[in-house]
C-alpha cells in the first residue's frame, strides 16, 4: 500500500512557547485507512492535524523541525492552494468555520465548491447530495450563525467534504454531538472508508473510534506514545499508565488478563465483546466440570 | 419555501419583485455615484435639491420608504442645525442685498444661498447613497464586481467587513440583554442606549477583529487560495439595455452639469 502523509522526526513548538508542542514524531499513514489519534488533553493532536495540513508553520509560524511529506512531496513544496484541495480538514471549534459572508447552510456548504470555479448545476447536485449525507438537508435555508453547536459542526463537516479531498483530516468531529448524532459521524466517515479515502481523525471518544479506526496513534505530552493496529496498541499497559483514555471493553478484557484470565483477544465493541466473554465463560465452565 | 423550491430558486436570476432593488448592482452603482458626485462637485442647491428629490421618488417606490425618510429627515434637521447656523454666523453683516435681520445685524441674500447649497448638497449625496445601500445587497454587487475583474479576495474583504459591523451590532445587542438581566437600566432613551454599551463597545470590536484570523483558516480549508475564476451559486440577471442607458445617461448628465456650472456660470 501507498504511504500518503509521512512524518519524519518531526518537532513542532508554536511561536513564544519554549515547551514543543510535538516531539520527535515520526510515522506513515497509508492510503485508504482510518486512524484514530488518542491521548489526554494538551497532548498534541490538533497539532499532528495541523502539521500534517501544514498550517503549523505556515499559518502559526513557530518552529518545525524534521519533514512532513504528503503524497511523496514535502510539505514545504506543497502549493497552499494545493493541499486545501487535497487534505480537507475540518477544525476542532465549528463555529470558527462559518465563513461568515453567505447567508444560508446552502449557500455556505457551497462555498468551496465557487472557490473551486466548480459549474452551478453540478454544485446544486454536490450540495443536495452531501447535505443529505451528513443530515442537514432541514437546515439548508437557515442562516449559518443561527446554528446550534451539533448542526454547525455538521455543517462545517458537509462544507469541508463538498470539497471530495482523498485525504480528510477531522479534529474532534463529535465535541458537540449528542450520542446519536455521534454514530451518525462514524457512519459517514465508514463510508468515507469505503469509498478509498484515507481518514485520520482525533477525538477523545476511544469507543467508538476503537470500533472504525484501522489503526491509532496515541499521544502523551507531545510524543507518540504507540501507533498500530487498534487491537494491539489498545492492549498496551503503556497508554493507562501515561493517562490515556482506553475504551471500557477493552479495560475489561486487560483487568481480566492481569487476573490470570484472558479473554483471548482484545474486542473493541460491545458485540464482539459478548462474543468472546460467551466462549471466554464457556471455556471456564468447561475447566471447571460444571454441568 | 419548501426545500425543493429553495434550491429550485437558485437556478434563476435572484429577484426582490421590486424594479429598483432589482436594479442591475453595477449599473445602479454608476447612476448613484454619477449623481452623487455631480451634487458634491457642482454644490448648487438647485442640483442638489433635484437629485434628492430624484432620490425621494425612487424612494417612494421600494419597501424602504420609511427607513429612508427617517433617517433622511434626522440628517437633514442637523444639516440644517449646523450648517444654517453657521454659516449664517460666518457671514453675518457681510455687504450685498439684506434678506433679514438678525439681532440687529444683516443677513446677506448670498448667506442664505450657501447655506441652500451646502444643506442641499449634502442631502442629494446622501440620499442618493442611501437609496443605493438601502436597496443593493453587497453580495450583488461583489458579485458583479467580481465578473468584471475584481479579485475575489477583494470581495471577501468588502463582505466580511459588512458582516463584522453586523456581528458587532449584534454582540452589542446581546451584551444589552445581558446587562439587563442584570437590572442595569438599558431601555430609554439615547443616552441611556449608549451608556449602558460604552463600557463593552471596544471589547466587542477588537473581539470581532480578532475573529478575522478564524476566517483566515476557515477560508483555506475551502480552498479559497485556489487560482483562477470563481463561481457563483447565486445568479444575478445581467443588465438590461434600459437599465445600461439610465446608468450611462446619469454619467453623461453628471459630466454636462458638471461642465456646465463649473466652467460657464
Ligand atoms: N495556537 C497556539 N499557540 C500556542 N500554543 C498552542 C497553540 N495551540 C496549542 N498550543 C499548545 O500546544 C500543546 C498541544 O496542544 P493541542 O491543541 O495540540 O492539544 P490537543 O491534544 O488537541 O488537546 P485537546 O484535547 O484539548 O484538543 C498544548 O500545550 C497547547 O497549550
Ligand atoms: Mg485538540
Redesign the pocket.
Known amino acids: 500500500m501507498s504511504v500518503c502523509i509521512e512524518f519524519e522526526n518531526v518537532s513542532y513548538?508554536?511561536?513564544?512557547?519554549k515547551?514543543a508542542?510535538?516531539k520527535q514524531v515520526s510515522f506513515q499513514l497509508e492510503t485508504g485507512k482510518c486512524y484514530g489519534?488518542i491521548?489526554?488533553?494538551?497532548?498534541?493532536?490538533?497539532?499532528?492535524?495541523?502539521l500534517m495540513r501544514g498550517l503549523c508553520p505556515n499559518f502559526?509560524n513557530?518552529t518545525l523541525k524534521g519533514k512532513v511529506i504528503v503524497c511523496g512531496k514535502p510539505m514545504t513544496e506543497w502549493d497552499e492552494a494545493e493541499i486545501s484541495v487535497r487534505i480537507g480538514y475540518v477544525f476542532?471549534d465549528p463555529f470558527a468555520q462559518v465563513s461568515g459572508i453567505k447567508e444560508t447552510v446552502f449557500e455556505e456548504i457551497g462555498m468551496g465548491l465557487e472557490n473551486l470555479g466548480v459549474e452551478q448545476e453540478e454544485m446544486m447536485r454536490r450540495i443536495v447530495e452531501i447535505a443529505k449525507e451528513v443530515q442537514v438537508d432541514h437546515l439548508l435555508q437557515k442562516h449559518p450563525l443561527a446554528l446550534s453547536g451539533g448542526q454547525c459542526q455538521r455543517v462545517a463537516f458537509a462544507s469541508v467534504l463538498a470539497l471530495n479531498s482523498d485525504i480528510i483530516v477531522i479534529?474532534?468531529p463529535t465535541s458537540q454531538l449528542d450520542p446519536e448524532g455521534t454514530e451518525d459521524v462514524f457512519e459517514i466517515i465508514s463510508r468515507l472508508k469505503a469509498k478509498g479515502k484515507t481518514v485520520i481523525i482525533?477525538e477523545?471518544k476511544v469507543d467508538l473510534l476503537a470500533e472504525y479506526c484501522d489503526e491509532m496513534l496515541v499521544?502523551a505530552d507531545?510524543r507518540l506514545l504507540a501507533k498500530g493496529e487498534t487491537r494491539a496498541v489498545l492492549a498496551d499497559p503503556a497508554l493507562e499508565e501515561n493517562g490515556v483514555q482506553i475504551p471500557q471493553v477493552v479495560q475489561l478484557a486487560n483487568a481480566l488478563a492481569k487476573a490470570g484470565k484472558p479473554l483471548g483477544a482484545i474486542p473493541v465493541n460491545e458485540k464482539e465483546t459478548m462474543e468472546l466473554l460467551e466462549q471466554w465463560r464457556g471455556g471456564r465452565d468447561d475447566g471447571a466440570g460444571s454441568k | 419555501m419548501t426545500n425543493q423550491e429553495f434550491i429550485e430558486s437558485f437556478r434563476k436570476y435572484q429577484k426582490k419583485g421590486n424594479w429598483w432593488c432589482d436594479f442591475h448592482p453595477l449599473a445602479k452603482l454608476v447612476f448613484c455615484l454619477s449623481l452623487g458626485f455631480m451634487s458634491m462637485i457642482v454644490f448648487k442647491w438647485q442640483v442638489g435639491l433635484g437629485i434628492f428629490l430624484l432620490a425621494s421618488v425612487i424612494a417612494v417606490f421600494t419597501p424602504v420608504t420609511k427607513k429612508y425618510f427617517t433617517t433622511l429627515g434626522i440628517m437633514f434637521l442637523l444639516g440644517c442645525v449646523l450648517t444654517v447656523g453657521v454659516r449664517i454666523y460666518v457671514h453675518l453683516g457681510d455687504p450685498g442685498p439684506v434678506a433679514f435681520y438678525l439681532f440687529g445685524k444683516p443677513v446677506p441674500i448670498a448667506a442664505i444661498i450657501s447655506c441652500l447649497d451646502l444643506i442641499f448638497m449634502i442631502e442629494g449625496f446622501l440620499g442618493i447613497f442611501m437609496m443605493f445601500f438601502l436597496t443593493t445587497e453587497m453580495r450583488d454587487l461583489c458579485y458583479c464586481l467580481e465578473q468584471i475583474g475584481l479579485s475575489s479576495t477583494a470581495t471577501f474583504m468588502v463582505l466580511s467587513t459588512f458582516a463584522c459591523i453586523g456581528s458587532i451590532k449584534e454582540k452589542l445587542n446581546t451584551v444589552r440583554e445581558s446587562q439587563r438581566a442584570r437590572g442595569i437600566e438599558t431601555e430609554g432613551n439615547l443616552v441611556v442606549k449608549v451608556k449602558s454599551v460604552l463600557p463593552v463597545l471596544f471589547p466587542v470590536i477588537i473581539g470581532s477583529m480578532t475573529g478575522i484570523e478564524d476566517k483566515t483558516l476557515a477560508m483555506s480549508a475551502r480552498a479559497f487560495a485556489t487560482p483562477g475564476k470563481h463561481s457563483a451559486l447565486r445568479k444575478i440577471e445581467p443588465a438590461r439595455p434600459l437599465e445600461k442607458v439610465i446608468a450611462g445617461g446619469a454619467l453623461v448628465c453628471c459630466i454636462a452639469g458638471i461642465v456646465l456650472f463649473k466652467m460657464w456660470l
Not at chain 1, 39 to 50: R, Y
Open positions: 513548538a508554536y511561536p513564544l512557547t515547551k508542542a510535538v489519534i491521548g489526554p488533553n494538551a497532548s498534541g493532536k490538533t497539532t499532528i492535524c495541523n502559526y513557530g476542532q479534529d474532534e482525533a477523545h499521544m507531545g
